[in-house]
């Protein structure tokens, strides 16, 4: 296993709703990057967290947003839930920024109804 | 156009058989490139890393030609156990962000 673990594993909610996923990141990396990966597509890099700081965004609106924690483990928060938002969230964790391998927990699946 | 394309399959192949994975990227400035790997309803994982001078890792090959920026993986003897979605991945210069591919399903039958 990687070592990097995420909370919960399934969810439910309701459109409109909030959601928090939380990451642990694996011992002695500083980086997290959280993904969105829909059926049937590849994961769509959502931002990257390092040191507590955001380093990097993608596409994705404001109403994403995270936290990265002293300990590294970090927060994925979404906001007025959409239906698209069902997918799998991914995170990856690493050791600093550019050149080390990531490695990904199992992943939340969120599904909005 | 998508930074990365990968012909979706399935590639449906017998066990034993050989089946070749492409894959092209847009952004010339890309610097790394990997192959990860897929379960269902699983988390991807690092199967290898493709270099310019091509990389074997077993019975997977990585090709890489960063003139028409295309990679390529070729699986040899096919076990039932390559069942799989395989992603191609870029990454750009000092940043962590892997960009995906929607991934090629491989589906070895006896």
């Known amino acids: 296993e990687t070592g990097v673990t995420q909370s919960p594993t399934h969810l439910i909610k309701t459109r409109g709703q909030q959601v928090t996923l939380r990451c642990s990141s694996q011992s002695g990396h500083n980086t997290v990057s959280w993904y969105q990966q829909a059926l049937g597509q590849g994961p769509q890099f959502i931002f990257q967290y390092y040191r507590e700081e955001e380093n990097g965004r993608g596409n994705f609106p404001p109403r994403f947003s995270g936290l990265q924690f002293p300990n590294y483990s970090s927060e994925l928060n979404v906001n007025a839930l959409e239906l698209d938002d069902s997918a799998l969230y991914l995170c990856?964790?690493?050791?600093?920024?550019?050149?080390?391998?990531?490695?990904f927990g199992q992943g939340t699946r969120l599904t909005v109804v | 156009r998508k930074e990365v394309e990968q012909d979706p399959g399935p590639f449906n192949v017998p066990e034993g058989a050989t089946v070749a994975f492409n894959c092209t990227y847009s952004?010339?400035?890309?610097?790394?490139f990997f192959w990860y790997r897929q379960d269902c309803r699983k988390e991807p994982k690092l199967l290898m890393s493709v270099y310019s001078s091509g990389n074997e890792d077993g019975r997977f090959t990585a090709q890489l030609n960063r003139a028409s920026q295309y990679i390529s993986l070729l699986i040899r003897d096919s076990k039932l156990s390559d069942s799989a979605t395989y992603l191609c991945?870029?990454?750009?210069?000092?940043?962590?962000?892997?960009?995906f591919g929607t991934g090629t399903r491989l589906q070895v039958f006896p």
């Open positions: 952004n010339s400035a890309s610097q790394s």
């Open positions: 991945v870029v990454k750009g210069y000092n940043t962590d962000k892997l960009i």
């Open positions: 990856a964790s690493s050791l600093g920024v550019g050149g080390t391998e990531a490695f």
